[in-house]
């Protein structure tokens, strides 16, 4: 059986933007993994391919070890269990004999109890989109196999369709919100505990410590508290914890991040190569970011690459304690009906010293931001340089280019063609709002 | 109406708070006339606004001195289709 994840069309994208503007969905985050590694190990499948936007395609197939765009892995008679079989170098499909099924990527993979096997079945959600399609090879071979969208929706024309109450997620900030409890199911599904690193003394382990897993590789230095008490405390590889820090569980901290005497209060999600000082609560970091030093940061999702500058700091509670609206477009406010939400940061942006962000705050991928100690605006364009409180082109995007290939460097990762060629995309989607933005900004300029 | 020479020199004045006469052709943005880089960002901005024209950043930001940026605008006005002033009322520092 090969499961296909299949990304979302744009507009539904755009829910989980700006993060979901340089990945498909299944890469984000939530808990210890991303909700791909999560439907993957729910089904219980090595053979998967992927279906992700045209534009990132090119750099997706560059880090995903498995077929991207690739139609010729919704024909039945050719497969590539675990990936392929390797062959002078490359992998290369061998004959399998199918089972297909196709799952939407925002399916909550906890919920997800369809069965690998069995009979051709479209799960469909309240407004009729497919949530799923279990096809077995024998139907496969009927359904036209050129293009995925087209064997979706001859899928779901030719094939039993059932109502499928399986929850999904349906915003970025979804994620957030779910992220403490998603962490303490996560650690109860690796069944891990114990310290297998180091751990110099004193430090103070707080609650029971079969809550806790410290990696081999780890280094905890003296004078760290790990508090357990209201949740689970995973700290995975070669992380190392400074001084000073304290972690309150639920939390999960990635391979190789650094906590630099962090206020790493619970519920937080910390990706890989990630530096973390300060205050952080109950948030998600993709991976390779830096929030070296001090300032808070709340209920947020933060890409990767991004460098959130010392005291930059945002607010996750309105001080009505009314629920936080978010822009994620630029012009229509959503209703999160939370009272509770911080900033949604993408990839590569840049805050500089002092950046007071408001409530429920977008900041679009590659924004640079050069703060002018004022709360900033709620959107951020992607691409903008924010600089005296105003949107502008500011140096372009070759200069924001630079600047990622200097930051990637720095972590011996490569800034590669096909990446870029994915940015320059991103720069085109994300142009009729950033232009509105840089008017508005030209026509404040003006009257100064 | 004024020229591309007196526009850049009325801009430029403004945005760095500068008497128009004390500009010169001759003079760097960044050395002689004090320029920041966020200055720097609105003065190619405001440059865009006075123009009605849309530079290329790398291009405009490396433009290094006044007398430049009058033959650069005057070089993209041409290309945009946009009618102005000559570039300059006398001679200026182009080579």
New interface residues.
Partial sequence: MRLILVDSPEEVRGNFYPLALSRPLWELRCGFTSLGEKLIARVGVGDVAYFVADYMADAYRAKARRPVNDSSVLDPCFGFPQGGVPRRGKLVPVKTGNDLLIVDPRVKADSFDVAAKGPSEVGLDEQGSVLYARVAKDDVAKLPRDEVGEFIAAAKAKLPNVRSAVPTWRYIWDLVLANAEQITADFAAAGRNGIEGTVEQPTAIRGNKKDIYIAPGVTVHPMVVIDAEDGPVYIDEDAEIHPFSRIEGPCYIGKKSVLLGAKCRKGNSIGPFCRIGGEVEESIMQGYSNKYHGGFIGHAYIGEWVNVGALTTNSDLKSDYSTVSVMLDGRRAIDTGSTKVGSLIGDHAKTSIGTLLNTGSYVGAMALIMATGKLLPKFIPSFAWFVEGIVTKGFGKGKLYETAKMAMSRRNCQWTEVEQSMWDAVFKMTAPVRNEAIKKGRRAMLTR | MATIEERVKAVTARILKLDPDQIKTEHSFTVDLGAE??QS??L???F??EFGIEM???AA?SVETVGKAVEFIAKVCREQGVDVEPATGGPNDSP
């Fill in positions: 880089s966020v960002i609105e190619v901005a405001m865009e606004e290329d950043e790398d930001l």
